[in-house]
């Protein structure tokens, strides 16, 4: 580029690699618009500016968010004599934004819906006798659908959605997920953190194939991980989140929905089911 600027324009300065650097980053969004659509073009935009960022909660259990992950590890459903049953697991997170505790976490192996919402929240209130006064959730139909706003209105909670195809929302839920996936998952047996070796694994060597953890220890696993986490301050903070937690609800004890875990709460989140088989 320089060679070529100094042959076709001698009496100008080039631009400097900073400044090329620039116009790549600011052309980049428009660049992944072409290639992965709106979501794309989001995650590559540039952060916004300082003065227009919003100021988030500054107490716990202010707002937390909610979100599912499809977990990188095959679970032991059934041993036979010469196979093994695995699938993988889905999770569900609430996690509180302020300190970034975990609220509650949910294992299961079906689709997220209204149950894993339903029990996510009982599981918080279980742990902590409240809820959030606000949870962040994306728009997938388990989020919109009546059960879910019902239950939120009942409970007093504010339902707060985010933007459509806007990855960067939530990104507490995310990068707790991520977090998971490259510091704990990578150590366990029939791991599939890395789909790029999928075809040059011998079949021996799958993940299905290697899985010894059932569900169970699945759950036992994320719960250490949120442990280690909790007492653990990372490189930018001086207090680890648990500790941060009990200094917040001693200043604030009015934070949060005070919710008692009684009969009144389980009909409140119980699921309906259309069909019911009895034996």
């Not at 036979?80 to 949910?106: A, E, F, N, P, Q």
Request: glycine content about 8%; proline content about 6%.
């Amino acid at each position: 580029y320089r060679e070529s600027a100094d042959s076709e324009l001698p009496t100008t300065q080039p631009l400097s690699r900073n400044s090329i650097s620039k116009i790549v980053k600011t052309s980049s969004a428009s660049a992944a618009y072409g290639r992965g659509g709106r979501r794309a073009a989001n995650a590559a935009a540039s952060p916004t500016p300082v003065e227009e960022r919003v100021g988030g909660p500054t107490r716990p259990f202010e707002l937390a968010t909610c979100d599912h992950y499809l977990a990188d590890i095959e679970c032991v459903l059934i041993r036979s004599i010469r196979k093994k049953y695995t699938r993988r697991g889905w999770v569900t997170v609430l996690r509180d934004i302020h300190t970034g505790v975990m609220l509650s976490i949910w294992l299961g192996f079906r689709a997220p819906s209204r149950t894993c919402c339903a029990m996510v929240l009982r599981g918080c209130v279980r742990r902590h006798g409240r809820l959030p006064e606000g949870i962040v959730v994306d728009r997938g139909a388990e989020f919109r659908s009546v059960y879910f706003s019902a239950l939120l209105a009942h409970q007093g909670v504010a339902a707060v959605y985010r933007p459509t195809s806007h990855p960067r929302y939530g990104s507490e839920a995310e990068r707790f997920f991520g977090q998971f996936k490259s510091q704990w998952l990578d150590l366990r047996p029939g791991n599939t953190t890395n789909p790029s070796e999928g075809r040059a694994v011998s079949g021996s060597h799958k993940a299905a194939v290697a899985a010894e953890l059932t569900i169970a220890d699945l759950l036992t696993d994320l719960w250490e991980f949120c442990d280690w986490q909790n007492s653990n301050p990372g490189a930018t903070k001086t207090v680890p989140p648990a500790l941060l937690l009990h200094e917040c609800l001693t200043k604030f004890p009015f934070s949060g929905i005070p919710t008692e875990f009684n009969a009144a709460f389980a009909i409140a989140t119980a699921v309906d089911e259309t069909r019911i088989k009895l034996d």
